[in-house]
């Protein structure tokens, strides 16, 4: 079945598992739409910067990694998705997430945003911040939030 209404989905994704269930919420809904998927993952930049013209090999060593993360997560949605027959499409962005995932939904015209979420309260919510929240403010694009399940 095909659907009108959504034609191209976002997960955000940062290869965490409780953002798997994210992850299998926007493969089925993929699925059942006939929608292209497109796996996100942003690089946060500034985040890992110390400073210290000395440290620059550390930051690139740093940046490294999370790109090698990036790759095995969405290569995560990709094998999902290849497994229900949606064609997926990996993007690898660097900068503010929030923004990031904003901004890509806007310019490419994305229907639906899919992210995970821990589901934290109070201090460690404060602590933390949440993507996922700044981006339901922000968007002006359908986000849907999977609550995921925080590893004990």
Same mark, same amino acid.
């Given at each position: 079945? =095909? ?9 955000? &994704?940062?290869?965490?598992?409780? #953002? ?28 890992? $910067?110390? +400073? ?21 997560? &969405?290569?995560?949605?990709? =094998?999902?998705? =290849? ?28 229907? %639906?945003? #899919?992210? +995970? $979420?821990?589901?934290? &309260? ?12 700044? #981006? #339901? ?6 986000? %849907? ?8």
């Amino acid at each position: 079945m =095909n659907s009108n209404i959504y034609r191209k989905i976002m997960v955000a &994704t940062d290869g965490s598992e409780p #953002v798997k269930k994210a992850v299998d919420t926007a493969v089925e809904i993929a699925r059942l739409s006939g929608a292209k998927l497109y796996a996100v993952y942003v690089v946060a930049s500034g985040g890992y $910067t110390v +400073g210290h013209p000395r440290d620059i090999g550390w930051e690139r060593a740093m940046k490294e990694h999370l790109s090698a993360e990036g790759k095995e997560a &969405t290569a995560y949605v990709e =094998n999902v998705g =290849n497994a229900a027959a949606v064609e997926v499409e990996s993007i690898f962005l660097e900068g503010s997430p929030a923004n990031e995932i904003v901004d890509f939904a806007e310019k490419n015209d994305i229907d %639906l945003i #899919v992210m +995970g $979420t821990l589901g934290r &309260t109070g201090l460690q919510k404060i602590l933390l911040g949440s993507v996922a929240q700044n #981006v #339901v403010r922000h968007s002006r694009k359908a986000v %849907l939030v999977v609550k995921g399940v925080e590893a004990e």
